[in-house]
């Protein structure tokens, strides 16, 4: 059987809450897909926003007719594109990626799978991982991604609690993992691997049934069926499987295409296009993915994060927007700025990265309506500098970038100010696997830099009278995966999913986050502080790579600092330091000196009891493969304070 939901059974959406006042009417703003904000407020603080949705939801259909719509559409269109091995990119048409969908998903079919069964893909970013996307929408299954960073252990879990039936890994490597496992894995009755050509496989077999057979499977998918089982990183606890729904995406893609107009719909001769580099086992890069197909524009995969594969991938294929992380963004700059100092021009760049920052304030002001835009001597100095600067970095980026659309963690507003003066402009955004990604987003021409922008169209912000931030709307999922309870258990009853993270909104219903709810220390002396904004600042220096500030039930506030390979090499060629073991280079002077530095000028941030009082550098990094970072560059407290919990117990033995 299909696996559904009865539209009379889902959570309705949450009823207004009549203690919050509706603030004044607004008129849509900035062209027809801007709609600002309708907010409430409860005593005089604003509590809730939202935003209509642009587009209808959807009443039938399903993601595995997106290829074939758009076949019957623009056959000829490239949708995708495919990278070969002397590092070229040969175009897909709509036309051709519906004929490998279809034949994958009669493979898929002939080998046993039924409507309903879960199938897990363990693999890189690929053009076969969205292949295999949609070819097993196409054969009625639902997909379980599985981060191919992962443990055996942790693969074991998700393939059991999820009765996944089949699995796709990428290298002979990973099935060989699973060999010992899959004696407590009865359900799983398909291992194959992308590496030993078991896709093509797939096709070959698929083409001796008739195609009717993939008409009969899509024909029963509706917008309530089950589309995916996402596990969560797991930052505290076990992974839960997220249950996202075809309308699900629909609803969080349909409106961020129309929103996000200048991102996927050509306003000049270059067609958009994004060449994808995060891990499709996250949310937050498959529901790009999605987009892409769903808005045609051409999508592209790169599998290696290695600066040297990565770079080339974007020399070749040449985006006009990308999909990027805060670290990611910030470490481009820091390589950018130490790149300068080596050729003796850092003077050069730091006055570029000072106009840009102006630049881009002053067109936010301008935009916002408290300003009048970039004056004559600013956009005098900002032309000066673009050959200087601001075109070698979009240069390193593929040359045509204009976007980037940024989520994960907050970014700082000087960041965004500096990509918005050199001519990359920064969606930034905010959501979980829970909301199928985006749940607020920068508008076009309405940026608000340090802020995570207003709802996503058809989605609505609360903040909770603790602070914390609740979500409802159309992507917002319908509950977490459990097979002893039956399937799916809703997870907020009310409609209002809590997220966990800590927020408020302004005046326009712009969201900034503060914290984690879990994760707000609580010093001895009964002072609240939420670590996220000092860690965040101290991670865009060009010498750290991650910080990790600590003092729950303890006297003062510490932190635990690991250095940036890269920062440190060029720290090192500077000053003509000579390489030293890890566990001393800590004991540097002058390192000591530049790092106390940084954290006094993060403490300037915060109240005298919020400040780091002692730190420590860690003589190794925070990395995923210890076990110290989700796959998605977020800190696992509770590991770390583990792992390091004598450097913590020092920094508060007197």
């Given at each position: 059987m299909?696996t559904?939901?009865?539209?009379?059974?889902?959570?309705?959406p949450?009823?207004?809450?009549p203690?919050?006042?509706?603030?004044?009417?607004?008129d849509p703003?900035?062209?027809?897909v801007?709609?600002?904000p309708?907010?409430?407020?409860?005593?005089?603080?604003?509590?809730?926003?939202?935003?209509?949705?642009?587009?209808?939801?959807?009443s039938?259909?399903?993601l595995?007719?997106?290829?074939?719509?758009?076949a019957a559409?623009?056959?000829?269109?490239?949708?995708l594109?495919?990278?070969?091995?002397?590092?070229?990119w040969?175009?897909?048409?709509a036309?051709?990626?519906a004929?490998?969908?279809?034949?994958v998903?009669k493979?898929?079919?002939?080998?046993?799978l039924m409507p309903?069964?879960?199938?897990a893909?363990m693999?890189?970013t690929s053009?076969?991982w969205?292949?295999?996307?949609?070819?097993?929408?196409?054969?009625?299954?639902?997909?379980?991604p599985?981060?191919?960073?992962?443990?055996?252990?942790?693969v074991?879990w998700i393939?059991?609690?999820?009765?996944?039936v089949?699995?796709?890994?990428?290298?002979?490597?990973q099935?060989?993992?699973?060999?010992?496992?899959?004696?407590?894995?009865?359900?799983?009755r398909?291992?194959?691997?992308i590496?030993?050509g078991?896709v093509?496989?797939?096709a070959e077999?698929?083409?001796?049934?008739?195609d009717?057979?993939?008409?009969?499977?899509?024909?029963?998918?509706?917008?309530?069926?089950?589309a995916?089982?996402?596990?969560?990183?797991?930052?505290?606890?076990?992974?839960?499987g997220?249950?996202?729904?075809?309308g699900?995406?629909?609803?969080?893609v349909?409106?961020?295409?129309?929103?996000?107009?200048?991102?996927f719909?050509a306003?000049?001769?270059?067609?958009?296009?994004?060449?994808l580099?995060?891990?499709?086992?996250?949310?937050?890069g498959?529901?790009?993915?999605?987009?892409?197909?769903?808005?045609r524009?051409?999508?592209?995969?790169?599998?290696?994060?290695?600066?040297?594969?990565?770079?080339?991938?974007l020399a070749?294929?040449?985006?006009t927007?990308?999909?990027?992380i805060?670290?990611m963004?910030?470490?481009?700059?820091?390589?950018?700025r130490?790149?300068?100092?080596?050729?003796?021009k850092?003077?050069?760049?730091?006055?570029?990265?000072?106009?840009?920052?102006?630049y881009?304030?002053?067109?936010?002001a301008g935009?916002g309506?408290?300003?009048n835009?970039p004056?004559?001597?600013?956009r005098?100095a900002r032309?000066?500098?673009?050959?200087?600067?601001?075109?070698k970095?979009?240069?390193a980026?593929?040359?045509?970038?204009r976007?980037?659309?940024?989520?994960?963690?907050?970014l700082?507003r000087d960041?965004?100010?500096?990509?918005?003066?050199?001519?990359?402009?920064?969606?930034?955004g905010?959501?979980?696997t829970e909301?199928?990604?985006?749940?607020?987003?920068?508008p076009?021409l309405k940026?608000r830099?340090?802020?995570?922008g207003?709802?996503l169209?058809?989605?609505?912000?609360r903040?909770?009278?603790d602070g914390?931030?609740l979500l409802?709307?159309?992507?917002?999922?319908r509950?977490?995966?459990d097979?002893?309870a039956g399937g799916?258990v809703?997870?907020?009853p009310d409609g209002?999913?809590p997220?966990g993270d800590?927020?408020?909104?302004d005046?326009?219903?712009?969201?900034t986050i503060?914290?984690?709810k879990?994760?707000?220390l609580?010093?001895?002396g009964?002072?609240?502080?939420?670590?996220?904004?000092?860690?965040?600042f101290?991670?865009?220096?060009?010498?750290?790579?991650?910080a990790?500030v600590?003092?729950?039930?303890?006297p003062?506030?510490?932190?635990?600092l690991?250095?940036d390979p890269?920062?440190?090499?060029?720290w090192?060629?500077?000053t003509g330091?000579?390489?030293?073991p890890?566990?001393?280079?800590?004991?540097?002077p002058?390192?000591a000196a530049i790092?106390?530095?940084?954290?006094?000028?993060?403490?300037?941030?915060?109240?005298?009891p919020e400040s780091?009082r002692?730190?420590?550098?860690?003589p190794v990094g925070f990395?995923?493969?210890?076990?110290?970072?989700?796959?998605?560059?977020?800190?696992?407290?509770?590991?770390?304070l583990r792992?390091?919990?004598?450097?913590?117990?020092?920094?508060?033995?007197?």
């Amino acid at each position: 059987m299909t696996t559904s939901y009865s539209s009379s059974a889902a959570t309705p959406p949450p009823d207004p809450d009549p203690a919050l006042d509706y603030g004044p009417d607004y008129d849509p703003d900035g062209g027809p897909v801007l709609v600002v904000p309708e907010v409430r407020r409860l005593d005089g603080e604003v509590r809730e926003a939202a935003v209509p949705p642009l587009v209808a939801p959807v009443s039938y259909g399903s993601l595995a007719d997106l290829p074939f719509d758009n076949a019957a559409t623009a056959p000829a269109h490239p949708v995708l594109s495919r990278r070969a091995a002397d590092g070229t990119w040969a175009d897909v048409t709509a036309a051709e990626f519906a004929t490998q969908v279809r034949d994958v998903a009669k493979g898929l079919i002939s080998e046993g799978l039924m409507p309903g069964d879960r199938i897990a893909f363990m693999a890189r970013t690929s053009y076969e991982w969205t292949l295999l996307d949609f070819a097993a929408w196409a054969a009625g299954l639902v997909t379980v991604p599985v981060y191919p960073t992962s443990s055996v252990y942790q693969v074991r879990w998700i393939l059991q609690d999820s009765g996944a039936v089949a699995m796709l890994t990428e290298t002979p490597g990973q099935a060989a993992a699973m060999g010992p496992e899959l004696g407590h894995l009865p359900e799983l009755r398909h291992l194959w691997t992308i590496d030993k050509g078991h896709v093509d496989l797939l096709a070959e077999l698929g083409r001796a049934l008739p195609d009717s057979e993939v008409g009969v499977r899509r024909g029963v998918l509706g917008p309530d069926t089950l589309a995916t089982i996402v596990y969560t990183s797991g930052t505290t606890g076990r992974p839960k499987g997220c249950v996202l729904t075809h309308g699900n995406f629909l609803a969080e893609v349909d409106n961020a295409i129309e929103l996000l107009y200048p991102v996927f719909k050509a306003r000049t001769d270059e067609e958009p296009s994004t060449l994808l580099f995060l891990p499709l086992s996250h949310v937050f890069g498959r529901m790009v993915a999605i987009a892409c197909v769903r808005a045609r524009v051409r999508l592209g995969h790169a599998p290696s994060l290695k600066a040297e594969d990565l770079l080339a991938d974007l020399a070749a294929f040449r985006p006009t927007f990308l999909l990027a992380i805060p670290y990611m963004v910030e470490k481009v700059y820091n390589s950018a700025r130490a790149r300068a100092e080596r050729g003796g021009k850092s003077g050069t760049f730091d006055r570029a990265a000072r106009v840009a920052r102006r630049y881009g304030e002053a067109v936010e002001a301008g935009r916002g309506g408290t300003g009048n835009g970039p004056g004559r001597g600013l956009r005098t100095a900002r032309a000066l500098y673009d050959p200087l600067v601001y075109r070698k970095i979009r240069n390193a980026l593929g040359g045509r970038v204009r976007q980037l659309i940024c989520g994960g963690s907050p970014l700082s507003r000087d960041i965004a100010a500096f990509y918005a003066g050199a001519g990359m402009e920064i969606y930034e955004g905010y959501g979980l696997t829970e909301s199928t990604g985006a749940a607020t987003v920068t508008p076009p021409l309405k940026p608000r830099l340090g802020t995570v922008g207003w709802p996503l169209p058809g989605t609505r912000v609360r903040i909770a009278a603790d602070g914390e931030i609740l979500l409802a709307g159309g992507p917002v999922f319908r509950g977490y995966w459990d097979p002893a309870a039956g399937g799916v258990v809703p997870a907020s009853p009310d409609g209002w999913f809590p997220t966990g993270d800590l927020g408020r909104l302004d005046d326009e219903g712009y969201l900034t986050i503060t914290g984690r709810k879990k994760e707000i220390l609580i010093t001895a002396g009964g002072k609240n502080m939420a670590p996220a904004p000092l860690e965040h600042f101290l991670r865009t220096h060009p010498l750290i790579s991650q910080a990790l500030v600590l003092g729950d039930r303890r006297p003062y506030i510490t932190a635990l600092l690991t250095l940036d390979p890269e920062g440190i090499t060029h720290w090192r060629q500077m000053t003509g330091k000579h390489p030293v073991p890890p566990e001393l280079l800590a004991e540097d002077p002058e390192l000591a000196a530049i790092l106390q530095r940084a954290v006094d000028e993060a403490n300037r941030q915060v109240s005298r009891p919020e400040s780091i009082r002692r730190f420590t550098v860690l003589p190794v990094g925070f990395t995923e493969e210890r076990g110290h970072l989700t796959p998605t560059m977020k800190p696992r407290r509770e590991q770390i304070l583990r792992d390091f919990s004598a450097e913590v117990e020092a920094m508060y033995d007197h």
